[in-house]
Every structure is written in C-alpha cells, then in structure tokens.
C-alpha cells in the first residue's frame, strides 16, 4: 500500500492542492473516521487536518482488517498490526499519537509459537504436535476409550488449578488406539499454562544413544533436558532394544532425578508386569531381574495407571 506522502509525491502544482484537498475531504467523511471521533470526542476536525498522513494510514489500515484476506497476505505496512490513534497533551496543546497494535490473529500466532517454544521432541513426529485438538472430538472418536480420556482431562484440570506434582500418568494399551496423541495433547495443554515439556519416542532415543557415546557434550546436555524440563514423556516405551549402559546409566539416571521432584509420562503397549520383564532384559546380559525391579521403583510410585481401551484408529484409516 502506498503512503500518503508518495501518492501526493506524485503530483504537481494544482494537482497537488486539488489531490490533497479531495483526500482530506474524503477522509473526513469516512465512516471509519466518524465512529474515531464518537469514541474519542477529543479528536477534533482541527487535530485530524494536522495529522492527515497518520489519519490516512489509520484509514486504510482498519479498511484491510475489515476485509482481512489472512494473516500471511495481510496488506498493512507492519504485517500483523493496525494503527491506533490516541490524543494527548504535550506543552499544552493536543496531539495525535500514532501507534501499531497486533491485530487478533497476530497474538493468536505469537501464542501458539511461544507455547510450540516449550515443548521439545525427540524423534516424535511433528504432525502428532502440531494438529489441532478438540476435546469433544478427542472423547467422541472411540466411547472405548473415554475412561482413560477422562483421568487425562482431569490430570490436565487439577495441574492447571493446583500446579504440578511429582506424580505423573502411565498410558498403556493396544496399539493404534492414540496414547501418543492423548499425551501430546496434555503436553500442549500445559504448555499453554506456561509449563515446559519433553516428549520422547524410545526405540529412535535409544539407537542415537549409540551414537552420542562418542559426543558426550551432546549427551549431557540432552540428558540435562529430560531431567530438568517440567514435563517429560516417554512414548512407547517397551520397544526399545535396550543395553544395560542405556537402561543403567542413562534411563535410570533421568528417573532417578526425576521422582519425587518432577512428573514423568509413558505410553507402553506394556502393563506394568510385562514392562519390569522387558527392563530385566538386555541384549547384552540377558535377563538380570534385579536390574528391571531397581528401574520400576523409579517408575511404579510415581504414575497414576491408565488402561486405553479402543480400536486401532490406524488401521481404521487404511
């Protein structure tokens, strides 16, 4: 959009008098112009004419949010915002004050980034972070599973009214029936409330574990970001090919922080009993029961269980 000041650049002479004169006269019989000065009855017609490049952009500025075409094809010269005018005294006389205020979509979107900001994934497909939620949706695509839906509306209700606890949620069940998306959603609801989160996809955390043997800087700070953040998830654990290193020395060293201080989440296609058999087993060592129960102490305390029953929505969409 051109300003005031290059449409009269334009101009010479007679044209540029005869322009302005019609601009001015135009703007002060605008509507939007109009509705300015019944809220704000200390704008006077006076004050307007010796302001007239900052009443024309005011104009055009609230013409495009009127007829909004999007936020990413937003016409005004601040994309995302609008002008405001506000009259106030300086040495006496008024003056117009021009500012730019984000418009809702603006604010919307500065919003959802700052809540995406919180939250960090490690392997987990973005898309399971990134879709919208609807709670009636979410309770009505499977009655199977409205119970377990149930305990995580109501963990996400009493955090949001009464903080955290170290106590966290284990969410297991057949597969395909949506625990990784019930828990990204908790995730994204408590990031709203201005909570930090980490969510965890197992079986590819543990293979790169192999790999950050070699970096330990990388390993530290990622270890350091499980441990410390408010939130963290564990997606599908139980299918991980574990070492007695991982399970030891970095799973073990993660919960050991974390209880009694922080919640921790799972998802498992695993009840309880089959998870400590699953942790009493390494492909190096075999089978050391001791090792499992040594781990599920860290775990069992510190979880609310909840059975997800349903149908696999995945194969449902095939």
């Known amino acids: 959009m051109e300003s005031l000041g290059q449409v009269l650049k334009q101009m010479k002479g007679p044209s540029f008098i005869q322009r ?11 509507p939007i112009v109009k509705e300015l000065q019944a809220e704000h009855p200390e ?16 104009v055009n500025d609230r013409r495009h949010c009127g007829n909004c075409p999007g936020l990413d094809r937003c016409p005004n010269d601040f994309q ?11 040495n006496g006389q008024m003056e117009l004050v021009e500012r730019k205020a ?29 879709e919208g939620y609807n709670e009636v949706e979410i309770m009505g695509k499977d009655r199977l599973r409205a119970p377990a839906v ?9 955090v949001k009214q009464n903080g955290l606890t170290p106590q966290g949620l284990y969410l297991y069940g057949s597969f395909g029936t949506g625990k990784t998306f019930l828990m990204s959603y908790l995730l994204h609801e ?76 799972y998802t ?15 492909s190096k060592d ?17 979880v609310d269980i909840v059975h997800l029953h349903g149908e696999n929505q995945r194969r449902s969409r095939t």
């Open 268 to 282: 498992s296609n695993y009840d309880f009993a089959s998870l400590e058999k699953h942790l009493s087993f390494t």
């Open 190 to 265: 408590l990031a709203i409330g201005g909570y930090t989160g980490v969510i965890v996809y197992m079986p590819d955390f543990v293979e790169d574990l192999k790999s950050m043997i070699q970096d330990s800087d990388k390993l530290k700070e990622t270890v350091d970001v499980m441990k410390n953040c408010d939130l963290l998830i564990f997606d599908d654990i139980g299918a991980e090919n574990l070492s007695p290193w991982v399970r030891d020395h970095v799973l073990g060293a993660i919960l050991n922080f974390r209880m009694n201080r922080k919640p921790t989440f």
């Open 43 to 58: 704008i006077d017609d006076a004050l307007l004419r010796a302001n007239l490049p900052r009443l024309y952009q005011y």
């Open 80 to 90: 995302g915002h609008f002008s405001k005018l506000e009259a106030r005294e300086a």
């Open 286 to 302: 075999g089978e050391e029961m001791h090792k499992g129960q040594r781990l599920m102490d860290r775990i069992s305390p510190f």
């Open 150 to 158: 149930n305990q995580v509306f109501r963990y996400i209700r009493e």
């Open 102 to 130: 984000a418009c809702s979509l603006q604010m919307a979107r500065q919003n959802e980034d700052s809540i995406k900001k919180r939250i960090r994934s490690f392997y987990v497909d973005e898309r399971a972070l990134e």
């Open 20 to 30: 302005s004169q019609a601009i001015l006269k135009d703007l002060m019989n605008d």
